[in-house]
């Protein structure tokens, strides 16, 4: 087929005027583009290593091959560089640098690559495995499909090279008609199989097969969306990176969709709005996902961006950038970069979100960059791509994260792998040095813990969520943990050990590596360049502590020492520990103080003991609030407490200041 013939045949599918991307990626966007046309001049030299902001796996050392490449090399034990090598994003940056620049070096180097990869790995050939997996091949039917309208007009797209294309793109998508199973419809993989699958139905010229895959593409997303999609809009493997990464592949169905004219089915772009809304919603101050089972740190506004492109949504683009981004120019063009431009961005309303089925609650002071950021789980593990993080927590402020999860490692069965994804990496709980949940190896876990006992409050004043799980059941304890919002810098944990006999409790605190670790009478301090931090920790049992160094990664394979807090309590029947946290700017933190009260029955005018209900008078600067938190059901007949001065009835109460009666009832 003549080039000029199949651009003709698959017209719809690219319809953004290069050029004029080409003219304003010159001027704003020559930053950007510096750093895509080394990844180009790279690729096009048979120089590779994977770095792009939303590569699945980042590599370390560039690999470097001769005048011909080996598409199934490996270095090392770590399959991730052969697999992120055969899906050729690379030929995205070249397809770029060739509009841009007008080198044919560019179009010369993809024609010949495309050849030499179609040659070189069959799927026919047992020894090209690693090639073929399905996320590999709908990877590849996306990416073949975008780069090579980049290179529209080159000589280098020979008849030769388009057919080559053209029967290897029909080769992929018969392939993946023929794979789908229960995987595929529980997991990311089978979303990008199946995307790719809807890229290649319409990329290649129009035909009743070609249809056949449309179709069959949209059917099999939908089902898989409505398996993997929570109500929250959450994806359920538990990664915010994941979760992004499905979230991007169907918005760009939904794109190619509007330009082939197909009709998705009713209620697929609901469900891709709702996963756009769940990503706002964890959205941390700086613009990135959250450190969240395998998940980096990646600035997600460019996904936010394309969102709000997409759907006019005014909350979208508060998260997003205030003009299309470099990627999401290319994807829609200078026109609608002008009209991107002209829409509203609105700060939303609320600020604290309860993502309740996937079991994520996100707290915040404000919405600007400096704000202080909290996240609470207790929720599914989500296999594969989650994290025994059950009951962890994160705070971030002004431009630092405080306490964090400790990211992602390369993966494969490996004792690192395995060690970023255990209870005690993360800021949770352990009793008796037991795991609550237990790797049989990198994906499959031996036991699990179910969380219970979800519980959300907000209001300007306050924030409040708790959690428990089931993971120490077997041990005779229940495990419990309340986080309490004094909005806006001050955050109380309560741990609540419901449990017979003796037993020893380990809690841990990983600190963020932008800063260091000190702890002087009895508190822990934190101190970050924009952020500082004090913990202290409050309980009637005696508390060891010590400060260990572990590691984080923000960015697979580039790991960082970090510091945590590790403590240790034992105790009989039920015990409890309060955690009061205060964060600040850098610098002194500002004074704060928090001593237990005794808290009385009004009624009976006797005073609880600890396992029914405990008090806290805390104060910070010139202001001051009395917490009231019961552990068990107290009131009978017709009890209030008296704590500090203040009477009232709840679960959890705060009153600030000189509030003396009622309080906020945080919960029941």
């Not at 077997?474 to 419901?498: A, H, Q, S, T, W």
Request: overall charge negative; some cysteine; proline content about 4%.
């Amino acid at each position: 087929m003549e080039q000029k013939e199949f651009f003709q045949a698959v017209q719809p599918n690219y319809p953004v005027d290069f050029s004029a991307v080409a003219a304003l990626i010159k001027g704003k966007y020559r930053e950007t583009f510096a750093r895509i046309l080394r990844t180009a001049e790279d690729a096009a030299a048979n120089r590779f290593a994977p770095h792009l902001r939303w590569d699945l796996e980042q590599a370390g050392r560039p690999v470097e091959f001769g005048e011909e490449i080996d598409w199934l090399y490996q270095p090392g034990e770590d399959s991730e560089f052969t697999f992120a090598l055969n899906r050729m994003k690379f030929w995205v940056c070249m397809g770029q640098a060739y509009q841009v620049t007008g080198e044919e070096k560019y179009a010369q180097a993809f024609a010949r690559q495309l050849c030499h990869w179609v040659d070189c790995v069959p799927r026919e050939d047992a020894a090209c495995e690693k090639a073929w997996r399905t996320l590999e091949a709908g990877i590849r039917m996306a990416v073949w499909s975008k780069a090579i309208g980049y290179f529209k007009g080159s000589p280098a797209l020979t008849a030769d090279v388009l057919e080559r294309y053209l029967s290897s793109m029909t080769a992929h998508a018969e392939y993946i008609m023929s794979v789908w199973n229960s995987y595929h419809l529980m997991s990311s993989q089978g979303v990008m199989a199946s995307h790719g699958l809807f890229a290649a139905g319409c990329a290649l010229p129009p035909s009743e097969r070609t249809g056949e895959y449309q179709r069959e593409a949209v059917r099999r997303l939908y089902q898989e969306m409505k398996m993997q999609v929570y109500p929250d809009g959450m994806q359920w493997e538990q990664s915010p990176m994941y979760h992004n990464q499905v979230l991007r592949c169907c918005l760009d169905v939904v794109l190619r969709a509007q330009r082939a004219g197909f009709a998705l089915p009713r209620g697929f772009e609901e469900t891709v709005f709702r996963m756009a809304r769940a990503s706002l919603a964890w959205q941390k101050p700086d613009g990135c996902e959250p450190l969240v089972g395998d998940s980096e740190g990646i600035d997600q506004r460019d996904l936010m961006t394309l969102a709000e492109a997409m759907y006019h949504d005014s909350e979208l683009k508060f998260a997003g950038y205030p003009t299309l981004d470099y990627d999401t120019l290319w994807e829609l063009g200078a026109e609608d970069a002008a009209f991107y431009a002209g829409l509203t961005a609105c700060q939303p309303d609320c600020r604290d979100f309860a993502l309740g089925e996937s079991g994520n609650f996100i707290f915040r002071s404000d919405w600007g960059e400096d704000a202080v950021w909290a996240r609470f789980h207790c929720g599914t593990l989500g296999a594969g791509q989650g994290h025994a993080d059950q009951l962890h927590f994160d705070i971030a402020a002004y431009g630092q994260d405080i306490l964090t999860a400790p990211g992602r490692i390369a993966y494969g069965d490996s004792p690192s792998q395995r060690e970023f994804r255990n209870p005690d990496v993360h800021s949770s709980i352990l009793v008796d040095g037991g795991d609550f949940c237990l790797y049989k190896d990198s994906w499959e876990c031996a036991k699990l813990s179910r969380a219970v006992n979800q519980h959300f409050y907000t209001d300007g004043q306050y924030g409040y969520t708790e959690g428990g799980h089931l993971g120490y059941y077997g041990r005779g304890v229940f495990v419990n943990r309340r986080m309490v919002y004094l909005k806006p810098d001050v955050f109380v944990i309560i741990d609540e050990f419901y449990a017979s006999g003796t037993h020893q409790y380990q809690q841990f605190f990983y600190w963020g590596e932008g800063g260091t670790v000190r702890q002087e009478k009895g508190v822990t301090y934190w101190q970050g360049k924009t952020a500082c931090a004090s913990l202290r920790l409050i309980s009637a049992q005696p508390m060891l502590t010590e400060l260990r160094q572990s590691r984080a990664a923000r960015r697979s394979n580039a790991v960082q020492e970090n510091t945590v807090l590790e403590t240790v309590c034992a105790g009989e029947g039920f015990v409890s520990v309060f955690t009061v946290i205060s964060v600040d700017r850098a610098g002194a933190p500002g004074p704060l103080t928090a001593e237990k009260l005794p808290v009385r029955s009004s009624f009976k005018n006797t005073t609880f003991g600890d396992r029914q209900v405990e008090a806290l008078r805390i104060t910070k600067d010139r202001r001051s609030w009395v917490l009231v938190v019961a552990h068990e059901e107290y009131a009978g007949p017709t009890d209030t407490f008296c704590a500090g001065g203040c009477k009232g009835f709840g679960g959890v109460v705060v009153f600030a200041d000189d509030e003396t009666e009622i309080g906020a009832v945080l919960a029941r």
